[in-house]
């Protein structure tokens, strides 16, 4: 079995969650607008580093997704993202603070460790190239609000980015937060993953791996009304068994637990 950090972070948000998704097959509709238009970005910030014409790959991109019945929120139309999305490429390319060498290796890198006997992890890193000229591991983020930047060292409380570091060996990682806002805005924020942080998720990692080996999915949402995460869950239509919410939200993809690792493609 091949895990990803999209599986292990949907295990700790809510083990049945997990079990709808990676074993029962149910998969969340790719209409969601900011979702694949970070997608189509991340292909427009490919083209750029290949010295390609990244506005134009970003509206080839961009232009596949929109007779897709997309879900917009926050008032987003495509023409304003598309607008948003080539002001923020224009932006980075002005700012000039990321050198990538050999793109075509360094880009969407796949790394794969050997977890136990029989399973393995698979994560897609962004980029490892250099931020003001020093060598760091990259994510990619498109987002309509700013990153909180406060309290200092936040960042390295984020557990796809200790993910990346265990995964890559890597200590110095920068998140590049592209925010789609009125005047938009692209933040760098680095942050430097300590060995014992990297061994903590090690261990994260084996242990979730033998709850769901054991068949632990009790459903545990975590917090009271009004901050509940069902309310806001894609799966919410299964636990409360309505159809039509499940219609709205879902596919259903058998033979799903193979294919967890395709998710890290998408986060
Ligand atoms: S609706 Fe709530 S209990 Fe059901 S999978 Fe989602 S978070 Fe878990």
Redesign the pocket.
């Known amino acids: 079995m091949t895990y990803s950090y999209g599986q292990v972070s949907q295990y700790l ?2 083990p ?2 997990y079990r ?1 998704r990676y074993l029962d097959g149910w998969q969340e509709k790719d209409t969601r607008a900011a979702m694949l238009f970070g997608r189509a970005f991340e292909r427009a910030l490919a083209a750029y580093f290949l010295r390609e014409d990244a506005t134009a790959a970003l509206f080839r991109e961009w232009a596949a997704c929109q007779n897709q019945c997309l879900q917009y929120s926050n008032g987003d139309t495509w023409d304003r993202m598309l607008q948003q999305g080539i002001q923020l490429l224009d932006r980075f390319c002005q700012d000039d603070r990321i050198r990538i060498r050999q793109p075509r290796r360094n880009l969407q890198i796949k790394f794969v460790r050997t977890v136990s006997e029989k399973n393995g992890f698979v994560a897609y890193v962004d980029a490892i190239g250099k931020l003001d000229g020093t060598r760091c591991l990259l994510e990619w983020k498109t987002t309509s609000a700013r990153y909180s930047e406060e309290p200092e060292g936040l960042l390295a409380l984020d557990p796809q980015i200790v993910c990346y570091s265990w995964m890559t060996g890597i200590s110095e990682v920068a998140q590049v937060v592209f925010v789609r806002k009125r005047l938009v805005e692209v933040q760098y924020l680095r942050t430097m993953i300590t060995d014992e942080q990297r061994a903590e998720f090690g261990q994260l990692v084996e242990d979730t791996i033998r709850r769901v080996e054991s068949a632990q999915f009790l ?1 545990h ?1 975590g917090i009271r009304f009004p901050q509940n ?2 309310s806001s ?1 894609p ?2 239509g ?2 409360l068994g309505k159809p039509e919410l499940i219609n709205i939200a879902l596919v259903r993809r058998p033979g799903a637990e193979n294919l967890g690792w395709l998710d890290e493609l998408t986060y």
Do not use: E, F, G, N
């Open positions: 948000t809510c049945r969650r709808h459903p949402s995460p069902c869950c799966y919410v299964l636990c």
